[in-house]
């Protein structure tokens, strides 16, 4: 059985238009166009595998960048995160972000390493 309200189509360029309308009809389902998200993750990985998974690099930016503008109070001081803080956070959080990523694809090397650059700028 196929769920119609949960599945989608997705064709290749070199299908033809007569067969994608014959598979639709037939299946009753919508094609895509676009490569949609399943559980955070893109469905589907072409050759542009860096700009793929930009949104892992975006995500960890975007927290780093939250740790420098707002200092951390303490009794009504304010204080910049500690190097053990820094630590604490680059291993619990950052670190994290890209595990279940991993965990289904191989990540492009250059992605890690701007990944990587970037926690030594953070740190």
């Given at each position: 059985m196929i769920n119609k309200s949960k599945t989608t189509l997705f064709f290749s360029k070199n299908t033809d238009a007569?067969?994608?309308e014959e598979?639709?009809?037939s299946l009753r389902v919508?094609?895509?166009q676009h490569y949609e998200k399943y559980l955070g993750l893109p469905s589907f990985v072409?050759?542009?595998?860096k700009a793929c998974?930009?949104?892992i690099k975006e995500r960890i930016w975007a927290k780093m960048q939250g740790w420098k503008e707002k200092p951390l109070s303490?009794?009504?001081k304010e204080k910049l995160l500690s190097q053990a803080g820094k630590e604490v956070m680059i291993k619990a959080i950052v670190e994290s972000i890209p595990t279940y990523s991993m965990s289904v694809f191989?990540?492009?090397v250059g992605l890690?390493?701007?990944i990587e650059a970037m926690i030594r700028k953070f740190w």
């Open positions: 007569q067969i994608m598979i639709k009809l919508p094609a895509i072409g050759r542009g595998k998974f930009a949104q303490q009794a009504g191989k990540l492009p890690c390493k701007d």
